[in-house]
């Protein structure tokens, strides 16, 4: 797949469950490694804390269910609470995954791209026509927040698009009911699978409105866009897409001269440049959690 031409196309014939798992090996790995790690800018203090500290493991334990149940040949299925016991109606895969046509005609962004956030347990990857984003949520995002990325259907992203789209997707699961983020594990002999019952009913949108933050939606935004938030949440409350117009609609990025001076002009849109660490740098090294 990513020897292809077309790594977009390619990915479309690829098992869902291959793909999500092999970005949850690679994700899990990094999450293993870095909780290893001291954290250089405590490694003087009397007791030194991890690159992912202590405290943010216990969430990561669902990916690492996940990649163990499918290395040892197992499945894993996703249902909420009060579900019946009917696979082929109520269970789903414990993911949440999406993939997008990206734009490689902008020479100024490098051709692959990584990010990854432990505290919401997602993964964004891009490589060529490529852009995959992963949330091991237990189907959450995708059985309740999926349709809004409808109107970017047909379109092919940006770089700094998809990577806006990926900082979005992370930011909801920072809103979400704490019963949505507890799960029952259970053993189905005959589908060879573990399966996760949520803690949520099927009918409750988990994704809670008094738990949104514009100030911290423009933090994972500007983080994943190279982008200082303060650009991204206007003074007046208003937050700016690269991705979405005013009226909704999918925005073209803007790359040439002419697109760059209308898009300054549009009081609504800020101008995305090349991905500059900058901003990032000066916040230090650690994942917004």
Not at 201 to 219: G, S
Request: aromatic fraction near 12%; hydrophobic fraction near 40%; include cysteine.
């Amino acid at each position: 797949m990513l020897t292809d031409g077309d790594q977009f196309a390619a990915a479309a014939h690829v098992d869902a469950d291959d793909l999500a798992v092999w970005l949850g090996k690679i994700f899990w790995l990094l999450i293993r490694k870095s909780h290893s790690v001291v954290d250089f800018r405590t490694r003087d203090l009397p007791e030194p804390s991890r690159i992912i500290p202590e405290d943010v493991m216990p969430g990561t334990l669902y990916l690492g269910m996940i990649q163990r149940a499918f290395a040892t040949k197992k499945g894993m299925v996703s249902c909420y609470a009060g579900d019946p016991p009917s696979p082929e109606f109520f269970y789903g895969s414990p993911y949440s995954l999406y993939c997008f046509r990206i734009d490689t005609t902008d020479g100024r962004f490098e051709a692959f791209d990584f990010f990854d956030n432990p505290a919401t347990l997602g993964v964004g990857f891009r490589t060529g026509t490529l852009g995959a984003i992963c949330l091991f949520d237990g189907g959450l995002h995708r059985h309740f927040r999926s349709q809004m990325w409808d109107f970017l259907e047909g379109h092919a992203l940006h770089p700094v698009q998809f990577a806006e789209v990926a900082a979005t997707t992370f930011y909801g699961n920072t809103t979400l009911h704490d019963d949505a983020m507890r799960v029952t594990y259970f053993w189905n002999k005959e589908l060879n699978a573990v399966v996760s019952q949520l803690h949520t009913r099927r009918n409750f949108d988990p994704y809670l409105a008094e738990r949104h933050d514009l100030a911290r939606l423009a933090t994972f935004i500007g983080r994943h866009t190279f982008n200082d938030p303060k650009q991204i949440l206007q003074s007046d409350g208003r937050t700016v897409s690269c991705v979405r117009d005013k009226n909704g609609d999918f925005l073209p990025f803007a790359v040439t001269d002419e697109e760059i001076l209308a898009a300054r002009a549009d009081p609504d849109q800020i101008v995305f440049g090349p991905m500059h660490a900058d901003w990032r740098t000066k916040q230090g090294g650690s994942d917004i959690s």
